[in-house]
């Protein structure tokens, strides 16, 4: 029997954002490819409340601290800023007492395959034998960088993650000047620590071909692979035409993340007030779970904007939406939320940074804008003109089943555990 070992930075479920998606994807494609393996889920616990939520194919949980208050102090007093070894992140999840736990766990069952869930757990690597694979999702380092230009839109500094600091230095992190000299410190210490970390482990993957071959490039890895997001939509969709609420407009994201927050905060602004001239009765939902303070209030702010929160059902919410709207000011990898709106059939709309990764025909699969006027003739057209709506529906979900299907997406996993 074939044993598998998930490290993880939080719990790969329940499917609540596009990072536990893609994680419970890789476990479900190793047990697809090896049904009989035992595998070993060891996990930080984002939320306690999640852990009656384990999925079958996790045959076993092992939960791990954190680093307490003094370690953390010290790892980021010596390794971040004295040596400038290791990004914050990884001094925020660095604990001794829980890599000795992992080594000793990893000696004592000996599994075959060990993937690591980001750099930020990179440390916990084992000397042990096994192909060791470091699931790099995105490269942040270059997402850190692209939010040097928008900062002033960004809510907190690495948002949810903000919540992993020391008390001090999250009062300091909320700071607008401070943000942008963290934002620029963690970019180059994380530019630095993705290449050092790379010749470490056997096989890397990120959610975006793009991506894992422009590493690939950099570092000449032996094996590096994009595996993105898989997704199988109902291709009975064509079947009839899509109902819809012609006013609806959506967007869809964990909502205390930099990228997803900052997109939200920009639209509203700079782009929301024109079309709300134009179509009155249109109406601007903003789906996801833990919402920021700032995010909040654009539904005080600005009318016809409405914050959800966490929705027990985004497909049933998002899914009869005239359209999704992407504005992302920065980011890096496939954006899932897209593909995930156009295997629905919801048309989107959005901008360069947000197709990154996503080779579609613009004005066919979806639209892809280059400004905000363009993004607002673009939402009007869709909401109006019900035949475009339709055809834009049909082909988005003919995309997805040509680039994102569940074969698209099996064989470079069938690849690393060959």
Request: include cysteine; charged fraction near 25%; charge should be neutral.
């Amino acid at each position: 029997m074939k044993k598998i070992m998930f490290i993880t930075n939080r719990l790969p479920f329940p499917n609540t954002d596009g990072r536990k998606n893609m994680l419970l994807q890789y476990i479900r494609q190793m047990k697809e490819i090896y049904p009989d393996s035992e595998l070993a889920n060891l996990s930080f616990v984002d939320d306690a409340k999640y852990l009656k939520d384990r999925p079958d194919e996790i045959d076993r949980l092992v939960c791990l601290e954190l680093p307490g208050l003094a370690e953390k102090l010290y790892n980021i007093a010596v390794y971040s800023l004295l040596l400038r070894k290791w990004p914050l992140q990884v001094s925020l999840y660095y604990s001794r007492k829980t890599h000795r736990k992992v080594k000793d766990i990893i000696k004592a069952e000996q599994p075959e395959f060990i993937l690591y869930d980001m750099v930020r757990v990179a440390e916990y690597m084992s000397d042990e034998q096994g192909q060791k694979v470091l699931s790099y999702d995105d490269l942040l380092s270059l997402r850190y960088r692209r939010q040097l230009e928008w900062f002033q839109y960004i809510p907190s500094v690495f948002g949810g993650f903000t919540g992993k600091l020391p008390g001090g230095m999250k009062r300091l992190a909320d700071m607008k000047f401070i943000q942008k000299w963290l934002i620029d410190f963690e970019s180059r210490l994380l530019g630095k620590y993705e290449i050092r970390v790379a010749s470490l482990f056997h096989h890397l993957v990120f959610t975006s071909p793009v991506e894992a071959e422009s590493f690939q490039k950099l570092t000449r890895h032996e094996s590096c692979y994009g595996i993105p997001m898989k997704f199988d939509p109902d291709q009975t969709r064509g079947k009839g035409p899509r109902r819809y609420d012609r006013n609806k407009l959506v967007f869809v994201g964990k909502m205390d993340i930099p990228h997803n927050s900052s997109a939200v905060a920009y639209f509203c602004e700079r782009v929301w007030p024109s079309i709300k001239r134009q179509a009155p009765e249109t109406t601007f939902y903003i789906v996801g779970k833990n919402p920021t303070a700032d995010v909040l209030r654009l539904q005080e702010t600005y009318p016809g904007v409405i914050v959800t929160g966490e929705v027990d059902d985004v497909k049933r919410v998002v899914g009869d939406s005239a359209l999704m709207i992407a504005p992302m000011l920065f980011g890096t990898g496939i954006k899932t939320k897209i593909v995930e709106a156009m295997s629905w059939g919801v048309p989107v709309v959005t901008n360069q940074i947000g197709s990154e990764g996503i080779d579609a025909n613009h004005g066919e699969d979806l639209f892809v804008c280059d400004s905000d006027e363009e993004i607002v003739r673009n939402v009007l057209l869709l909401l109006n003109n019900d035949e475009l709506n339709e055809k834009v529906s049909r082909n988005s979900v003919r995309y997805v089943v040509s680039h994102f299907s569940s074969s698209a997406t099996l064989k470079n996993m069938e690849l690393i555990l060959s």
